[in-house]
């Protein structure tokens, strides 16, 4: 079946950056855009942006603009999400989803938990 | 991009039905048909509950339906049960070709 597999929890300091991956499987890799969406502790769903993983091209919503990298290997059929000048506010879940079409969002990656603490 | 607003929780009795509403602008919900749905239990990943507005993926319970008038969405469960204690989320296509998700409902069964 269609599964997106995440990599591990991560705890990175402030002013570092982290690179979270999100694997598929049991389709065709360039049929879904894949979507970062991110939950800070206690908090609600935030969007973060999207990857066509035919083309590579992005939109990422305006306050991650130039701190956030979207990029996938189709060799490996992973996409990944890259954050840097990590703050203790991006603390937080992130997941990836996958969209075969406009607005359906799934399936969902089970997560990944990013600590940013000194 | 404002998330969009919904309110913070919603209670009901087993077997009745209770409508969370989820408001946006011109710029999201009033103008495109791609509101869809989530909901959430604690430490699980969001599950899709209803997308473009009000089509039910397939394995989702009848008794949950959406529907849109100008810039607001609702989500209605009816019949309430107990597994539907969960958190629910809104979110919706906007006119700068990304996407925002509501504020989060939290669905009590009393």
């Known amino acids: 079946q269609v599964q997106l597999v995440q990599s591990g929890a991560e705890v990175k300091k402030p002013g570092g950056s982290v690179k979270v991956s999100c694997k598929a499987s049991g389709y065709t890799f360039t049929d879904y855009y894949f979507h970062w969406v991110r939950q800070a502790p206690g908090q609600g769903l935030e969007w973060m942006g999207w990857?066509?993983?035919?083309?590579?091209?992005?939109i990422s919503a305006q306050k991650f603009q130039g701190r956030v990298t979207l990029t996938r290997d189709t060799s490996i059929s992973t996409a990944y999400l890259e954050v840097t000048s990590l703050r203790s506010d991006d603390t937080a879940v992130y997941f990836c989803v996958g969209t075969r079409y406009e607005g359906r969002f799934d399936p969902w990656g089970q997560g990944t938990r990013v600590t940013v603490s000194s | 991009q404002s998330a969009l607003t919904q309110p913070a929780s919603v209670s009901g009795s087993p077997g009745q039905s209770i409508t969370i509403s989820c408001t946006g602008t011109s710029s999201d919900i009033a103008s495109y048909n791609y509101v869809s749905w989530f909901q959430q239990h604690p430490g699980k990943a969001p599950k899709l509950m209803i997308y473009?507005?009000?089509n039910r993926p397939s394995g989702v319970s009848y008794r949950f339906s959406g529907s849109k008038s100008g810039n607001t969405a609702s989500l209605t469960i009816s019949g309430l049960q107990a597994e539907d204690e969960a958190d629910y989320y809104c979110?919706?296509?906007?006119?700068?070709?990304?996407?925002?998700f509501g504020t989060g409902t939290k669905v009590t069964v009393l």
């Open positions: 473009e507005v009000s």
């Open positions: 990857i066509n993983p035919h083309s590579g091209g992005t």
């Open positions: 979110t919706s296509y906007t006119s700068s070709t990304t996407y925002v």
